[in-house]
Structure formats: structure tokens, C-alpha cells
């Protein structure tokens, strides 16, 4: 690294990195940073050079592993990137677009290590790599135990309080990806974290009092589906619209953080993440991740609390003083994003997530005219059911369920007259009404089940879905009234 662009195979042999990860430290007020910062990356496109990228630099991690307590170089890294991050809006407002990259690749540096040491030592040995300082093997300061705490506090300050402008765009994303790859500690322990680093900073200290904004501004960044900016925008050379190195590293943590969290990660199918948006798609991995952290054992998750009691901008009641993480957010916009970004499944947990949770949205979404929008799309799931993974395929299902125990939705979706829905290829349906399309997709679902997979959890689960309905069946399509005799 350093001045001029690097490769994936020049990186161990690097001699920027080869400092950085020596016996020799380094202070944070040395020009090596400016140096060492200087680069430029081609961001790998495959997970086959993403391993290469691994292979590549875990020679140069695990030096800095083994020399890092002799010479805090590590604790220097993150000293210099948060000294940057102070002047970083006001660099924004400035147009500087040399100290903007110089940041987004220290917090590059700090991501890359982050993962490796995670993967490589407990959470115990983690936090002492960033207490040590250059001073006698071993030791640490106590003034410094809180560095780790500080990095996550100023993560979460740039992702909320930066403007989104095209020469932030990137290092926005990889403050994202790094708090992805900060909480990928549960990936490395078979039993449930309760009393984690995670839990330690980001419910109990400092960090809480951005619980709301954070939220707020991770759903916006999923509902506006920010594209990168056009090549030029900024000094550091445009990646593919993957988004780069970090979207592709994090993007991977995050897809095994989720199947832990969704139905034991069952299926083997895998869906490609949408790509046109890495800002809303790690932004929507990392909300899904903070809401499925367990609660700690003397605190309720307040990013679970302030994603349940959230409400809409055109509602002016106040909030019960119980509630902690209060805030309001478009519920009209965030209806549409939901709408449009069904075809991936943590667009679909999300949307599960807050039908489940938050009582404020789905009375808004059981409210609406309109539902053929939202219900269309989970439909579609449940037709394409080879070609999506079963946890994809269970929560759009539950979606299904929660929807129907709702006796005006029933009433409803039988007034809702579709015209051609295409993608429905057993029949020709020029017309249609919504709820005799819902009654043969889970039907069709119920024989696909019987036939193949025979999972008793999904086949329970579409026969509810059915049952609850029953109660409202009208004007039946006659297809539809077929496909229930013959179901019997």
C-alpha cells in the first residue's frame, strides 16, 4: 500500500504493511500514516479473490498479532482514524476530497484487521489489543481501556451525523460494514452471547444514546436506495457497483450472522444480494443484526425497543413514557421501499420483523388501499419456492399469516380485481381477484410441499393461513374453488 495503487499479490510483501505489523512502533503523529493511507484499491469482485485478499493479508495480521503488544500499532491506527473522523464533516462541507480518502482507508485497514482478529482470538484477548501501547511487552494503559468503546461511538456518529454526499458515500458504507464485522463475534460461539462486547458498549454505554438516531438513519439509507456515485465523484478510483471491498467482506459476515438468526439457517439456496444500493443493503444487514442481538442480562436490546415503538410522521399523540428510543419515520416511503424490495430475503425479515414487532406499522399496512402492492410480491415468493431458500420461504409465509389473522385484510383482498398476472405460469389468469390468488399460491405451496420437501412446519403453516381466511372466502375465482376440492 502507501502512494501507489496495490494488488491483492503485492500485500504481504508491502512495506507499509510490513511496518504496521512490525517490532517497530509507530506513533500516531508520525507521517508513516499519511504514507501508509495513501492508496488506492482495486476492490475485488469474487469471492474468489476476496479469499485471495484473506490469504493474502493473514501473514501480515497475524504479525501484528503476535508484535501488536510491544508496540500498540494497532491502538495508534485507530488513534489516527478517529483524529480524522473529527474533522470529517467539516472536510465534507470543504469539498477535501484527499483527507475523505485518506479516512475511508484507515477505516479500510481497521475493518480488514477487525475481522481477522475476531476470527482469530476472544473477545477477551480483542479488547486487550486495543489497550496496548507502546511501552514494556504486555502492558497497557487504563486511559486507553476505552478505545474500543470510543471507535464504535465514532462509527455510529459518522453513519448518523455525516452528510451522504458522493465523496462520503464510500467511507459511509464501510462504517456500516465495520459495525457488521464488530458484531460478528456470535459467529464464533455456539452457545447465545449474553454478556458480549457488543452487549457491554452498545447497550449499557456510551454508544446508547445514538440508539434511536442510528435506527432512523439505517431505515432511511434502506428506504432512499442511494446508488453510488458515477466514476470521478470522488479521488479514490470508483469500484463495481458491488461497492466495493468492504460491501463484498461485511456482506458475507452478515449473510451468516442472519441465517443464524432466521430459521437455523435452513435451505441451500442462495439468493445474490442486490447490488444497485450498498449503502441501503449493508445498512438493512446492520439493523437486522442490532435487532437480533439478544438482551443483555440486566438490559432489554434497545435497538429491538426502538424498532417496535417507532411511528409514523403524520402521527401527533406522544409516546407513553415508557418508551426510551422514540422516534418518527415516513411510513408511506418506507411502505414503498418494502414494496419494491421483496425479491431479497432481509428485505423480507425486515418486513417480517416490523409486521411482527411494531403495532404502528402493521395497522398502517392493514389500513392500506393499496395492499395488492406488498401482498404480490410475497406471493411470488411462495410460486418460485424451488428457487428460493426455505428460510426466504418462511418468513414470507409467516408475513402471510400475520396478514390474515386480520379480518378486514380477508374481507378486502376479495374486492382487490388483478388483470394478467404473468408470472403465474399453470393457468392463464386475465382476471382475477387478490384473495382467490393468495388461496392458489398456498395451495400450490401445500403440493409442492407434499410432493417434495414434506415439511410439516410449512405444511401447518399454509393450512392456517387458509383456515383464517376461510371465514371471508367471496366470489371465488372458479380455478381457485377447483384447486380447494381437489386439495380435499
Same mark, same amino acid.
Given at each position: ?7 491483492? %499479490?503485492? #500485500?504481504? +510483501? ?6 504496521? $505489523? ?24 469474487? $469471492? ?26 494497532? /491502538? ?27 479516512? !475511508? *482507508? ?6 480488514? #484487521? ?20 507502546? +511501552? ?19 462509527? =455510529? !456518529? ?44 452498545? =447497550? ?16 432511511? *439509507? ?11 465523484? !470522488? ?12 460491501? %463484498?467482506?461485511?456482506?458475507g459476515v452478515a449473510t451468516g450472522l442472519w441465517t443464524v438468526f432466521t430459521l437455523g439457517g435452513a435451505g441451500s439456496k442462495q439468493q445474490t444480494p442486490e447490488l444497485s444500493s450498498p449503502l441501503a443493503n449493508q445498512s438493512l444487514l446492520l439493523l437486522l443484526v442490532l435487532a437480533n442481538l439478544t438482551d443483555a442480562p440486566d438490559a432489554p ?6 424498532? =417496535? ?11 407513553? $413514557? $415508557? ?8 411510513? *408511506? ?24 414487532? *411494531? ?5 398502517? =399496512? ?47 383482498? !376479495? ?22 390468488? #393468495? ?18 412446519? #410449512? ?20 380455478? /381457485? ?8
Amino acid at each position: 500500500m502507501g502512494s501507489n495503487s496495490s494488488r491483492i %499479490g503485492d #500485500l504481504p +510483501k508491502n512495506e507499509y504493511l510490513k511496518k504496521l $505489523s512490525g517490532t517497530e512502533s509507530v506513533s500516531e503523529n508520525d507521517p508513516f500514516w499519511n504514507q501508509l493511507l495513501s492508496f488506492s484499491f482495486p476492490a475485488p469482485t469474487s $469471492s474468489t479473490e476476496l479469499k485471495l485478499l484473506e490469504e493474502a493479508t493473514i501473514s501480515v495480521c497475524k504479525s501484528l498479532v503476535e508484535n501488536n503488544p510491544r508496540t500498540g500499532n494497532l /491502538a495508534a491506527l485507530i488513534k489516527v482514524f478517529l483524529s480524522r473522523t473529527k474533522e470529517l464533516k467539516l472536510s465534507a462541507e470543504c469539498q477535501n476530497h484527499i483527507f475523505i480518502w485518506q479516512t !475511508h *482507508n484507515a477505516l479500510f485497514i481497521i475493518c480488514c #484487521l477487525l475481522k481477522v482478529f475476531i476470527c482469530e482470538m476472544s473477545e477477551e484477548e480483542l479488547q486487550l489489543h486495543f489497550t496496548y501501547e507502546e +511501552k514494556s511487552p504486555g502492558s497497557y494503559s487504563s486511559a486507553s481501556e476505552d478505545l474500543l468503546e470510543e471507535l464504535i461511538c465514532c462509527l =455510529m !456518529h459518522l453513519i448518523t451525523d455525516i452528510p451522504l454526499l458522493d465523496i462520503t458515500y464510500e467511507i459511509s458504507v464501510e462504517a456500516i460494514s465495520t459495525m457488521v464485522v464488530f458484531l460478528s463475534c456470535q459467529l464464533f460461539h455456539k452457545e447465545v452471547l449474553r454478556q458480549s462486547i457488543s452487549h457491554k458498549y452498545l =447497550m449499557q454505554g456510551r454508544c446508547v444514546s445514538y440508539t434511536s438516531k442510528l435506527v432512523k438513519t439505517l431505515l432511511y *439509507n434502506f428506504i432512499r436506495q442511494e446508488k453510488p456515485p458515477p466514476p470521478g465523484a !470522488h479521488v479514490f478510483p470508483q469500484q463495481s457497483d458491488g461497492g466495493g471491498l468492504l460491501y %463484498g467482506l461485511a456482506s458475507g459476515v452478515a449473510t451468516g450472522l442472519w441465517t443464524v438468526f432466521t430459521l437455523g439457517g435452513a435451505g441451500s439456496k442462495q439468493q445474490t444480494p442486490e447490488l444497485s444500493s450498498p449503502l441501503a443493503n449493508q445498512s438493512l444487514l446492520l439493523l437486522l443484526v442490532l435487532a437480533n442481538l439478544t438482551d443483555a442480562p440486566d438490559a432489554p436490546n434497545p435497538y429491538r425497543q426502538a424498532i =417496535m415503538s417507532f411511528k409514523n410522521t403524520q402521527d401527533n399523540s406522544p409516546f407513553p $413514557s $415508557s418508551v426510551l428510543h422514540a422516534f418518527q419515520i415516513n411510513f *408511506n416511503s418506507l411502505y414503498t421501499a418494502l414494496c419494491e424490495q421483496q425479491t431479497s430475503d432481509q428485505a423480507t425479515l425486515l418486513l417480517y420483523t416490523l409486521l411482527h414487532q *411494531n403495532s404502528n406499522i402493521r395497522t398502517y =399496512m392493514l389500513a392500506r388501499t393499496d395492499m395488492e402492492n406488498l401482498v404480490l410480491p410475497i406471493l411470488e415468493i411462495l410460486y418460485h419456492v424451488e428457487e428460493r431458500n426455505s428460510h426466504h420461504v418462511y418468513m414470507a409465509l409467516i408475513i402471510l399469516l400475520i396478514l390474515t389473522e386480520d379480518d378486514g385484510f380477508n374481507r378486502s383482498i !376479495h374486492e382487490v380485481i388483478l388483470k394478467n398476472i404473468t408470472w403465474y405460469s399453470e393457468r392463464v389468469l386475465t382476471e382475477i381477484s387478490l384473495g382467490s390468488l #393468495l388461496i392458489l399460491v398456498v395451495i400450490r405451496t401445500i403440493q409442492y410441499n407434499m410432493t417434495r420437501t414434506r415439511d410439516k412446519y #410449512l405444511h401447518t403453516n399454509c393450512l392456517a393461513a387458509l383456515a383464517n381466511m376461510s371465514a371471508q372466502f367471496r366470489s371465488l375465482h372458479q380455478y /381457485a374453488a377447483q384447486r380447494i376440492i381437489s386439495l380435499f
